[in-house]
């Protein structure tokens, strides 16, 4: 089974800051790898798939890039509504995977 | 495009329950399912999927003990757990899929408890 590390696990940031967000594959799995952001109480929402598709109705500071095994998703300005924690997960094939998640709270 | 989820409960260890999800704003049978759930807590996790070809896939796990169904009349969308641990208690979600098996659209969730 592939296993995908995220890191860091908690990352401070006021709002209008940059971000990066990591997640590697224990092994490589091309451009196979999806983004959620999860707030409390809710359900995951789709950000990004492929590795670098914006889901639709996702705006374009949230951007995803790498392949085989190392992943990031970057945020360009922090807003308000982007504060909660993130998950990557394996796409394509089966068991599908996800991360143990990053959590994005407010410095 | 909305997802319903219900049939969570409390239920002893050993015992059986069916979560279903109906959908809405689209057909269920025309794409690939998932459920996907979440440990009080703790992060997500793939427990199975039905593709649009019939295909089924489950987490180890689960294999064996949970079965992934749809009614296509209905548009709904099963899965039924037998044999249920204390360790299946979590938060389920039903969730439609985009692109190779990464899902745009969730449910709710519904809450299964295993305990005696």
């Known amino acids: 089974e592939i296993v995908l590390t995220q890191s860091p696990g908690t990352l401070s940031v006021s709002p209008g800051g940059r971000v990066t967000l990591y997640c590697r594959a224990s092994?490589?799995?091309?451009?196979?790898l999806a983004w959620y952001l999860q707030k409390p109480g809710q359900a995951p929402r789709l950000l990004i798939y492929?590795?670098?598709s914006r889901a639709t109705g996702i705006p374009p500071r949230f951007s995803g890039s790498g392949s085989g095994t190392e992943f990031t998703l970057t945020i360009s300005s922090l807003q308000s509504e982007d504060f909660g924690v993130y998950y990557c997960?394996?796409?394509?094939?089966?068991?599908?995977?996800f991360g143990g998640g990053t959590t994005v709270e407010v410095k | 495009v909305h997802l319903l989820e219900s049939g969570g409960g409390l239920v002893q260890p050993g015992g059986s329950l069916r979560l279903s999800c109906v959908a809405s704003?689209?057909?269920?049978?025309?794409?690939?399912m998932g459920w996907v759930r979440q440990a009080p807590g703790k992060g997500l996790d793939w427990v199975s999927g039905?593709?649009?070809?019939?295909?089924?896939h489950y987490a180890d796990s689960v294999n064996g003990r949970f079965t992934i169904s749809r009614d296509n009349s209905k548009n709904i969308l099963y899965l039924q757990m037998k044999d249920l641990r204390l360790d299946d208690t979590a938060v389920y979600f039903c969730?439609?899929?985009?692109?190779?098996?990464?899902?745009?659209?969730w449910g709710q969730g519904t809450l299964v408890t295993v305990s005696s």
């Open positions: 492929s590795a670098s």
């Open positions: 092994q490589s799995i091309d451009y196979h």
């Open positions: 997960q394996r796409q394509n094939s089966f068991p599908l995977t």
């Open positions: 704003g689209f057909t269920v049978s025309a794409n690939a």
């Open positions: 039905l593709g649009s070809d019939d295909r089924t």
């Open positions: 969730a439609k899929d985009v692109w190779a098996w990464s899902f745009e659209a």
